[in-house]
Protein backbone atom coordinates (compact mmCIF):
# COMPACT_ATOMS: atom_id res chain seq x y z
CA UNK A 1 0.00 0.00 0.00
CA UNK A 2 2.91 2.41 0.23
CA UNK A 3 4.36 1.90 -2.77
CA UNK A 4 0.74 2.42 -4.47
CA UNK A 5 0.06 5.64 -3.18
CA UNK A 6 3.48 7.37 -3.46
CA UNK A 7 3.46 11.01 -4.08
CA UNK A 8 6.34 10.44 -6.60
CA UNK A 9 4.81 7.99 -8.65
CA UNK A 10 1.70 9.16 -9.49
CA UNK A 11 -0.24 12.39 -10.48
CA UNK A 12 -2.04 14.98 -8.22
CA UNK A 13 -4.94 14.29 -9.58
CA UNK A 14 -4.52 10.31 -8.11
CA UNK A 15 -2.55 11.77 -5.44
CA UNK A 16 -6.23 13.24 -4.19
CA UNK A 17 -8.18 10.08 -4.70
CA UNK A 18 -5.12 8.00 -3.06
CA UNK A 19 -5.20 10.36 0.13
CA UNK A 20 -8.94 10.39 0.79
CA UNK A 21 -9.11 6.30 0.61
CA UNK A 22 -6.25 6.23 2.67
CA UNK A 23 -8.08 7.87 5.38
CA UNK A 24 -11.14 6.24 5.10
CA UNK A 25 -10.16 2.72 4.61
CA UNK A 26 -7.55 2.33 7.60
CA UNK A 27 -9.49 2.59 10.44
CA UNK A 28 -6.56 1.77 12.84
CA UNK A 29 -3.58 3.87 13.24
CA UNK A 30 -0.53 2.64 12.21
CA UNK A 31 2.78 3.61 12.53
CA UNK A 32 2.66 2.81 8.10
CA UNK A 33 0.01 4.38 7.20
CA UNK A 34 1.14 7.76 9.95
CA UNK A 35 4.61 7.47 7.60
CA UNK A 36 2.25 7.75 4.55
CA UNK A 37 -0.55 9.76 5.43
CA UNK A 38 1.06 12.78 6.18
CA UNK A 39 3.65 13.44 2.55
CA UNK A 40 0.05 12.58 0.95
CA UNK A 41 -1.82 15.05 2.93
CA UNK A 42 0.98 17.65 2.52
CA UNK A 43 1.67 16.89 -1.57
CA UNK A 44 -2.23 17.38 -1.93
CA UNK A 45 -2.46 20.61 -0.16
CA UNK A 46 1.09 21.76 -2.23
CA UNK A 47 -0.71 20.40 -5.31
CA UNK A 48 -4.28 22.85 -5.07
CA UNK A 49 -2.05 25.76 -4.49
CA UNK A 50 0.36 25.19 -7.51
CA UNK A 51 -2.86 24.33 -9.82
CA UNK A 52 -6.12 26.30 -8.52
CA UNK A 53 -4.18 29.75 -7.02
CA UNK A 54 -1.94 30.74 -10.26
CA UNK A 55 -5.01 30.60 -12.36
CA UNK A 56 -6.54 33.88 -11.69
CA UNK A 57 -3.57 35.63 -12.08
CA UNK A 58 -2.73 33.97 -15.42
CA UNK A 59 -6.04 35.37 -16.09
CA UNK A 60 -6.03 39.04 -14.65
CA UNK A 61 -2.86 39.33 -16.53
CA UNK A 62 -4.44 38.61 -20.05
CA UNK A 63 -6.54 41.16 -19.25
CA UNK A 64 -4.49 43.45 -18.22
CA UNK A 65 -2.49 42.96 -21.23
CA UNK A 66 -5.62 43.12 -23.30
CA UNK A 67 -6.39 46.46 -21.77
CA UNK A 68 -3.16 47.82 -22.63
CA UNK A 69 -3.17 47.15 -25.96
CA UNK A 70 -6.39 48.87 -26.35
CA UNK A 71 -5.56 51.83 -24.76
CA UNK A 72 -2.55 52.03 -27.07
CA UNK A 73 -4.49 51.40 -29.92
CA UNK A 74 -6.84 54.29 -29.32
CA UNK A 75 -3.50 56.23 -28.65
CA UNK A 76 -2.46 55.64 -32.06
CA UNK A 77 -5.64 56.39 -33.82
CA UNK A 78 -5.94 59.47 -32.12
CA UNK A 79 -2.77 60.50 -33.16
CA UNK A 80 -2.79 59.37 -36.85
CA UNK A 81 -6.37 60.67 -37.53
CA UNK A 82 -6.18 64.12 -35.12
CA UNK A 83 -5.76 67.54 -37.31
CA UNK A 84 -4.89 69.13 -34.57
CA UNK A 85 -1.85 67.38 -33.80
CA UNK A 86 -0.92 67.41 -37.36
CA UNK A 87 -1.46 71.37 -37.76
CA UNK A 88 1.22 71.36 -34.68
CA UNK A 89 3.41 69.69 -36.23
CA UNK A 90 3.57 71.91 -39.17
CA UNK A 91 3.38 75.09 -36.97
CA UNK A 92 6.81 73.75 -35.29
CA UNK A 93 9.01 72.89 -38.52
CA UNK A 94 9.77 76.67 -39.40
CA UNK A 95 10.30 77.60 -35.29
CA UNK A 96 12.60 74.42 -35.25
CA UNK A 97 14.81 75.73 -38.30
CA UNK A 98 14.88 79.12 -36.17
CA UNK A 99 15.57 77.29 -32.62
CA UNK A 100 18.10 74.59 -34.38
CA UNK A 101 20.48 77.22 -35.55
CA UNK A 102 22.74 77.38 -38.95
CA UNK A 103 24.15 73.39 -39.68
CA UNK A 104 27.26 72.34 -38.91
CA UNK A 105 28.00 69.86 -41.30
CA UNK A 106 26.34 71.04 -44.14
CA UNK A 107 24.92 74.38 -45.99
CA UNK A 108 21.78 72.71 -46.48
CA UNK A 109 18.07 72.54 -43.57
CA UNK A 110 15.90 70.70 -46.03
CA UNK A 111 12.71 70.58 -43.71
CA UNK A 112 10.37 70.49 -46.43
CA UNK A 113 12.83 66.82 -47.18
CA UNK A 114 12.14 68.03 -51.16
CA UNK A 115 16.20 67.48 -51.68
CA UNK A 116 18.07 64.78 -52.79
CA UNK A 117 21.60 63.57 -51.65
CA UNK A 118 23.33 64.57 -54.70
CA UNK A 119 21.66 67.59 -54.29
CA UNK A 120 22.97 68.02 -51.35
CA UNK A 121 26.65 66.83 -51.98
CA UNK A 122 26.97 69.16 -54.66
CA UNK A 123 25.89 72.36 -52.62
CA UNK A 124 28.22 71.35 -50.00
CA UNK A 125 31.09 71.21 -52.57
CA UNK A 126 30.36 74.20 -54.02
CA UNK A 127 29.37 75.87 -51.09
CA UNK A 128 32.51 74.79 -49.37
CA UNK A 129 34.86 76.14 -51.66
CA UNK A 130 33.58 79.62 -51.53
CA UNK A 131 33.80 80.13 -48.35
CA UNK A 132 37.14 78.78 -48.19
CA UNK A 133 37.84 81.08 -51.25
CA UNK A 134 36.18 84.18 -50.39
CA UNK A 135 35.16 83.73 -46.80
CA UNK A 136 31.33 83.74 -47.81
CA UNK A 137 28.99 80.96 -46.05
CA UNK A 138 25.81 80.75 -48.04
CA UNK A 139 22.69 78.45 -46.30
CA UNK A 140 20.00 77.16 -48.11
CA UNK A 141 16.36 76.22 -46.16
CA UNK A 142 13.31 74.32 -47.42
CA UNK A 143 9.97 74.78 -45.44
CA UNK A 144 7.08 73.21 -46.44
CA UNK A 145 4.38 76.35 -45.21
CA UNK A 146 4.89 79.41 -43.55
CA UNK A 147 2.28 80.44 -40.60
CA UNK A 148 4.21 83.20 -38.47
CA UNK A 149 4.98 85.21 -41.24
CA UNK A 150 3.88 86.65 -44.29
CA UNK A 151 6.21 85.76 -46.84
CA UNK A 152 9.41 83.99 -47.59
CA UNK A 153 11.12 87.68 -47.41
CA UNK A 154 10.65 88.27 -43.70
CA UNK A 155 11.04 84.83 -42.94
CA UNK A 156 14.80 84.58 -44.42
CA UNK A 157 15.21 88.17 -42.52
CA UNK A 158 14.11 86.89 -38.87
CA UNK A 159 16.23 83.43 -40.21
CA UNK A 160 19.62 85.59 -40.27
CA UNK A 161 19.04 88.28 -37.48
CA UNK A 162 18.40 84.61 -34.97
CA UNK A 163 21.39 82.35 -36.38
CA UNK A 164 24.20 85.64 -36.57
CA UNK A 165 22.43 88.47 -34.16
CA UNK A 166 25.64 90.81 -34.64
CA UNK A 167 26.80 92.76 -37.61
CA UNK A 168 30.02 91.03 -37.44
CA UNK A 169 28.92 87.74 -37.71
CA UNK A 170 26.37 87.96 -40.37
CA UNK A 171 27.85 90.13 -42.51
CA UNK A 172 29.73 87.75 -44.76
CA UNK A 173 26.24 85.23 -44.92
CA UNK A 174 23.56 84.54 -47.17
CA UNK A 175 20.10 82.81 -46.14
CA UNK A 176 18.02 81.42 -49.17
CA UNK A 177 14.71 79.89 -48.31
CA UNK A 178 12.49 78.34 -50.50
CA UNK A 179 8.92 77.41 -49.66
CA UNK A 180 7.43 74.56 -51.67
CA UNK A 181 3.66 75.43 -50.69
CA UNK A 182 3.63 78.78 -52.04
CA UNK A 183 6.49 78.67 -54.80
CA UNK A 184 8.09 81.23 -54.09
CA UNK A 185 11.90 81.83 -52.56
CA UNK A 186 13.73 84.78 -50.84
CA UNK A 187 17.20 85.62 -50.56
CA UNK A 188 18.70 87.43 -47.54
CA UNK A 189 22.22 88.47 -45.96
CA UNK A 190 24.24 90.77 -44.36
CA UNK A 191 25.73 94.14 -45.86
CA UNK A 192 28.83 92.22 -47.33
CA UNK A 193 27.36 89.24 -48.82
CA UNK A 194 24.66 91.47 -50.70
CA UNK A 195 27.24 94.38 -52.26
CA UNK A 196 29.22 91.23 -53.60
CA UNK A 197 26.18 89.59 -55.02
CA UNK A 198 24.82 92.52 -56.19
CA UNK A 199 21.07 93.99 -56.34
CA UNK A 200 20.15 92.55 -60.11
CA UNK A 201 21.40 89.49 -59.28
CA UNK A 202 19.44 89.01 -55.60
CA UNK A 203 16.30 90.11 -57.55
CA UNK A 204 16.72 87.59 -60.63
CA UNK A 205 17.13 84.63 -57.75
CA UNK A 206 13.97 85.45 -56.62
CA UNK A 207 12.07 86.04 -59.51
CA UNK A 208 13.33 83.61 -61.72
CA UNK A 209 15.08 80.18 -60.34
CA UNK A 210 13.11 80.24 -57.39
CA UNK A 211 9.52 80.71 -57.97
CA UNK A 212 9.97 79.26 -61.79
CA UNK A 213 11.32 76.01 -61.23
CA UNK A 214 9.28 75.11 -57.51
CA UNK A 215 6.31 76.06 -59.75
CA UNK A 216 7.12 72.88 -61.59
CA UNK A 217 8.09 70.98 -58.93
CA UNK A 218 11.81 70.78 -59.70
CA UNK A 219 12.88 71.85 -56.36
CA UNK A 220 16.73 70.38 -56.53
CA UNK A 221 17.15 72.52 -60.08
CA UNK A 222 15.79 75.73 -58.07
CA UNK A 223 18.34 75.38 -55.65
CA UNK A 224 21.58 74.19 -57.03
CA UNK A 225 20.95 76.95 -60.09
CA UNK A 226 20.52 79.70 -57.52
CA UNK A 227 23.34 78.44 -55.75
CA UNK A 228 25.74 78.56 -58.93
CA UNK A 229 24.31 81.95 -59.73
CA UNK A 230 25.03 83.44 -56.54
CA UNK A 231 28.73 81.61 -56.39
CA UNK A 232 29.17 83.18 -60.00
CA UNK A 233 27.91 86.38 -58.65
CA UNK A 234 30.64 86.58 -56.20
CA UNK A 235 33.44 84.88 -58.16
CA UNK A 236 32.70 87.97 -60.57
CA UNK A 237 31.93 85.37 -63.45
CA UNK A 238 29.04 86.14 -66.29
CA UNK A 239 26.13 85.55 -64.96
CA UNK A 240 24.83 81.90 -66.28
CA UNK A 241 21.06 83.10 -66.30
CA UNK A 242 17.99 81.24 -64.55
CA UNK A 243 15.01 80.00 -66.33
CA UNK A 244 12.39 82.15 -68.01
CA UNK A 245 8.21 81.99 -67.20
CA UNK A 246 6.26 79.83 -69.49
CA UNK A 247 3.74 80.79 -71.78
CA UNK A 248 1.15 78.49 -69.93
CA UNK A 249 -2.09 80.26 -71.20
CA UNK A 250 -5.01 77.85 -71.40
CA UNK A 251 -7.53 78.06 -73.71
CA UNK A 252 -10.63 78.88 -72.52
CA UNK A 253 -14.12 77.10 -72.52
CA UNK A 254 -16.60 79.82 -72.55
CA UNK A 255 -16.96 81.60 -76.24
CA UNK A 256 -16.28 85.12 -77.46
CA UNK A 257 -18.93 87.66 -78.15
CA UNK A 258 -18.60 87.11 -81.91
CA UNK A 259 -18.54 83.69 -81.73
CA UNK A 260 -21.62 83.37 -79.64
CA UNK A 261 -23.53 85.91 -82.13
CA UNK A 262 -22.26 84.04 -85.02
CA UNK A 263 -23.56 80.64 -83.40
CA UNK A 264 -26.85 82.18 -82.49
CA UNK A 265 -27.66 83.13 -85.94
CA UNK A 266 -26.58 79.55 -87.73
CA UNK A 267 -28.97 78.23 -85.02
CA UNK A 268 -31.68 80.59 -85.72
CA UNK A 269 -32.13 79.69 -89.27
CA UNK A 270 -31.50 76.19 -88.95
CA UNK A 271 -34.54 76.48 -86.35
CA UNK A 272 -36.90 78.44 -88.85
CA UNK A 273 -36.35 75.97 -91.79
CA UNK A 274 -36.92 73.24 -89.02
CA UNK A 275 -40.40 75.02 -88.31
CA UNK A 276 -41.53 75.65 -92.30
CA UNK A 277 -40.55 72.09 -93.01
CA UNK A 278 -42.76 70.98 -90.34
CA UNK A 279 -45.74 73.24 -91.21
CA UNK A 280 -45.07 73.40 -94.79
CA UNK A 281 -44.81 69.75 -95.96
CA UNK A 282 -47.88 68.38 -94.09
CA UNK A 283 -49.77 71.11 -95.64
CA UNK A 284 -48.88 70.42 -99.04
CA UNK A 285 -49.74 66.89 -98.43
CA UNK A 286 -52.95 67.40 -97.25
CA UNK A 287 -53.42 69.90 -100.34
CA UNK A 288 -52.56 67.33 -102.63
CA UNK A 289 -54.91 64.29 -100.89
CA UNK A 290 -57.93 66.47 -101.14
CA UNK A 291 -57.19 67.96 -104.80
CA UNK A 292 -57.63 64.44 -105.91
CA UNK A 293 -60.99 63.88 -104.59
Not at 9 to 25: E, M, Q
Not at 199 to 207: G, K
Not at 283 to 293: F, H, I, N, P
Request: neutral net charge; proline residues 6%.
Amino acid sequence: MGTIFSPHTLSPLFNIKASTSKTLVSPQPNSNSKIYSKPIISCLKKNQTLSLKPSWPACTSWLTHAQHGLAALAISLALSFSPLLHTGNALASEFDVLNEGPPKESYVVDDAGVLSRLTKSDLKRLLSDLETRKNFHINFITVRKLTSKADAFEYADQVLERWYPSVEEGNNKGIVVLVTSQKEGAVSGGPAFVQAVGENILDATVSENLPVLATDEKYNEAIYSTAKRLVAAIDGLPDPGGPSFKDNKRESNYKTREETEEKRGQFSLVVGGLLVIAFVVPMAQYYAYVSRK
